[in-house]
């Protein structure tokens, strides 16, 4: 049953389900009075895709992001990760679930001080076992695939903002996640180095990654593929374009 | 659909719990040793404490078994009848016919006084007694002699005088080269002996000694016993020392005290062990403070730390590993505050009782409890960080910033 390729368990997943699935997502916060963030999102990224969420702020895309990545649960509706029906999961297994099939870059990069470039992607594999000396070496591959290959021995704050979210992503990709979510990526950084963190996303995404990137500016979006425009919690576009 | 998933859970390896656990110490060194700092002047108390006392203890103890538990003296009790109390004449007699003793001494008060010369003012004796002795006393009593010599002193016809120590220093003699005299009894006697500190008889300290037959030749000595020294048998020290007033004065028993005193030193020791009950109290508060201490840095870092947890949430971290991560580095905190406090302690004691010429003796127990108590006081102290931070939902822990 189990499937060799990167130790995720696809059990009942078949070979051509989605990367990701929602269904009819509804996320609710408590206040008076309740503030319905998400009002019935359906959604289906595929497997080698490249989706842009684009709205204003408060549309609901961070929740929409937490939601994707099982950060958070929602009020209603059902996420499938890979097949896999995430509501029947346990926070433990959500927790597995999260180390091993998606991976998380976010706005402010997160890098642990103290810890060189290197041993910050390695971490990447921490939860799931892997030795040591295995994991620096799959986060030497990855700090190459995102072009950061000379820069491994340099503590985070050492590093310039796009070489900090550069080593974030490589963080994020060391374990070859099937969903790859990236939350605001180019927040915190100008548009030339913004330009060049969409250019490694798209590399991966050429490379077959299957890449969500939340996003309030709009020329990122319409370099990509896929984008879809959230309003009020709703879906309010989903556009393609062709290729090429 | 009904069948559940299997998702192979995550896992942390031991090398990587410790390497979590160490992550928030190497980057905040100097607030990692401050906060293990109080443990460690608390377990170093403990431990120095015991250690000390422990050392002091058996300097004490040494100090009692070399002088024996066995010694009893005997005197005629005070303040009944009508205060003509003494011991009768064939009383060492008596006491030395007993199964269990062992050695018996006597000695006599006089009634003379003795000066460094002859113009001192009379009645200033400056609390010097003078007693008769004999050659037994030195032996009975485990002393010894400083300078010339005891027994041959004490064996003359005529009189030659023996001083004890205290009574040397107030008479300012220090040595007994020929011709050193004192004013004795209206005579000049020569002083042929200078002796050591009595543990176990201090009131012979200050006692000028002249031999029993001189001193019924010159000094209208008699043999009434002022005090007799008795050593017994260890094993039946009590009940010699019951039965030893119907021995000296069958008539009445009730006038003869026997007295051990060995009773004072072992009172002694119990009053340090008294004392220490009230340092080891003192190093338990600096221990209890030395967690509240930890505890409090440690939920100031979960609290710094939340984009860290949310972080590792996202990466495959369960509630398990994040209150793990926690619980390590406050128990590293206090384990390495307990083992900094084992060191100061042990150093502390060494040094001490080095200096004081006592054993030194580091009771591993102290060791073993204060490393124990460092681990307990870490646990307590790092469980409401690690929960709070293991109770953090990974979406409120990354939008802290």
Do not use: C
């Given at each position: 049953m189990t499937a060799p390729s990167g130790g995720v368990l696809r059990a009942d997943a078949a070979a051509d389900a989605p990367a990701l699935e929602l269904q009819h997502i509804v996320k609710e916060f408590p206040g008076q009075p309740p503030v319905r963030a998400l009002d019935d999102v359906s959604l289906r990224v595929d497997e080698g895709e490249m989706v842009a969420v684009v709205g204003p702020s408060g549309s609901g895309k961070s929740t929409l992001l937490h939601i994707m990545g099982t950060l958070d649960r929602p009020s209603s509706g059902r996420v499938l990760v890979d097949g896999v029906d995430t509501s029947i999961l346990s926070d433990a297994e959500l927790s597995a679930l999260r180390g091993r099939s998606i991976g998380f870059v976010f706005q402010s990069f997160f890098l642990l001080p103290g810890m060189t470039a290197l041993e910050n992607v390695a971490n990447g594999l921490m939860y799931s076992g892997v030795a040591v000396g295995e994991r620096r070496r799959l986060a030497g591959d990855a700090l190459e695939r995102v072009g950061l290959g000379h820069r491994l021995g340099h503590a985070p704050s050492e590093l310039s903002g796009g070489e900090s979210q550069r080593v974030a992503i490589a963080r994020a990709i060391i374990h070859r996640p099937t969903l790859l979510l990236a939350d605001e990526p180019t927040g915190n950084l100008d548009s030339a180095t913004s330009q060049g963190i969409i250019d490694v996303l798209r590399g991966l995404h050429a490379a077959g990654a299957t890449i969500v990137v939340i996003t309030h500016d709009a020329d990122i979006a319409m370099s990509l593929p896929r984008q879809v425009s959230l309003l009020d919690g709703r879906v309010q576009s989903d556009l393609r374009w062709p290729r090429g | 659909m009904a069948d559940r998933p299997h998702i192979e859970p995550s896992r942390l390896r031991f090398g990587d719990v410790l390497r979590a656990g160490t992550s928030g110490l190497r980057t905040r060194t100097v607030r990692a040793v401050l906060s293990a700092v109080g443990v460690a002047i608390g377990i170093a108390s403990l431990?120095?404490?015991?250690?000390?006392?422990?050392?002091?203890?058996?300097?004490?103890?040494?100090?009692?078994?070399?002088?024996?538990?066995?010694?009893?003296?005997?005197?005629?009790?005070?303040?009944?009848?009508?205060?003509?109390?003494?011991?009768?004449?064939?009383?060492?007699?008596?006491?030395?016919?007993?199964?269990?003793?062992?050695?018996?001494?006597?000695?006599?008060?006089?009634?003379?006084?003795?000066?460094?010369?002859?113009?001192?003012?009379?009645?200033?004796?400056?609390?010097?007694?003078?007693?008769?002795?004999?050659?037994?006393?030195?032996?009975?009593?485990?002393?010894?002699?400083?300078?010339?010599?005891?027994?041959?002193?004490?064996?003359?016809?005529?009189?030659?005088?023996?001083?004890?120590?205290?009574?040397?220093?107030?008479?300012?003699?220090?040595?007994?080269?020929?011709?050193?005299?004192?004013?004795?009894?209206?005579?000049?006697?020569?002083?042929?002996?200078?002796?050591?500190?009595?543990?176990?008889?201090?009131?012979?300290?200050?006692?000028?000694?002249?031999?029993?037959?001189?001193?019924?030749?010159?000094?209208?000595?008699?043999?009434?016993?002022?005090?007799?020294?008795?050593?017994?048998?260890?094993?039946?020290?009590?009940?010699?020392?019951?039965?030893?007033?119907?021995?000296?004065?069958?008539?009445?028993?009730?006038?003869?005290?026997?007295?051990?005193?060995?009773?004072?030193?072992?009172?002694?020791?119990?009053?340090?062990?008294?004392?220490?009950?009230?340092?080891?109290?003192?190093?338990?508060?600096?221990?209890?403070?030395?967690?509240?201490?930890?505890?409090?840095?440690?939920?100031?870092?979960?609290?710094?730390?939340?984009?860290?947890?949310?972080?590792?949430?996202?990466?495959?971290?369960?509630?398990?590993?994040?209150?793990?991560?926690?619980?390590?580095?406050?128990?590293?905190?206090?384990?390495?505050?307990?083992?900094?406090?084992?060191?100061?302690?042990?150093?502390?004691?060494?040094?001490?009782?080095?200096?004081?010429?006592?054993?030194?003796?580091?009771?591993?127990?102290?060791?073993?409890?204060?490393?124990?108590?460092?681990?307990?006081?870490?646990?307590?102290?790092?469980?409401?960080?690690?929960?709070?931070?293991?109770?953090?939902?990974?979406?409120?822990?990354?939008?802290?910033?």
């Open positions: - | 431990v120095g404490v015991l250690g000390l006392s422990e050392s002091s203890k058996s300097d004490l103890l040494d100090q009692i078994a070399r002088l024996g538990t066995n010694l009893l003296i005997v005197e005629a009790s005070e303040g009944f009848g009508a205060g003509n109390a003494a011991l009768p004449v064939e009383a060492v007699g008596m006491v030395s016919r007993v199964g269990t003793v062992e050695n018996v001494s006597a000695i006599s008060r006089l009634d003379a006084a003795v000066y460094r010369n002859d113009l001192v003012p009379e009645g200033e004796t400056r609390g010097i007694s003078v007693i008769a002795a004999d050659e037994t006393l030195l032996e009975t009593l485990n002393g010894a002699v400083a300078a010339g010599n005891f027994e041959r002193a004490l064996a003359n016809d005529y009189p030659t005088v023996v001083l004890g120590a205290v009574a040397a220093q107030r008479l300012g003699i220090d040595n007994v080269t020929t011709g050193v005299a004192v004013w004795l009894g209206e005579q000049w006697v020569e002083v042929t002996g200078i002796l050591e500190p009595f543990a176990l008889a201090a009131d012979l300290d200050r006692a000028a000694m002249i031999g029993y037959s001189a001193a019924a030749e010159y000094f209208d000595g008699d043999d009434v016993p002022t005090s007799i020294y008795v050593r017994v048998d260890t094993d039946w020290v009590s009940q010699t020392r019951d039965v030893l007033p119907a021995t000296v004065d069958p008539q009445n028993p009730e006038e003869v005290a026997v007295s051990r005193p060995s009773d004072a030193l072992e009172a002694q020791a119990a009053a340090e062990q008294a004392f220490n009950t009230l340092f080891l109290g003192l190093g338990a508060v600096a221990l209890i403070v030395g967690g509240i201490g930890i505890a409090n840095v440690m939920v100031i870092g979960v609290m710094e730390r939340r984009g860290e947890i949310g972080l590792r949430r996202s990466i495959g971290a369960t509630r398990r590993h994040i209150r793990q991560q926690f619980l390590t580095e406050s128990l590293l905190l206090a384990g390495l505050g307990g083992v900094a406090g084992v060191v100061v302690g042990v150093v502390v004691t060494a040094g001490y009782a080095g200096l004081q010429g006592w054993r030194i003796i580091v009771p591993p127990l102290a060791v073993a409890g204060g490393l124990l108590a460092a681990l307990a006081i870490g646990v307590v102290a790092g469980l409401y960080p690690a929960m709070r931070a293991a109770r953090m939902s990974p979406t409120e822990a990354l939008r802290s910033e």
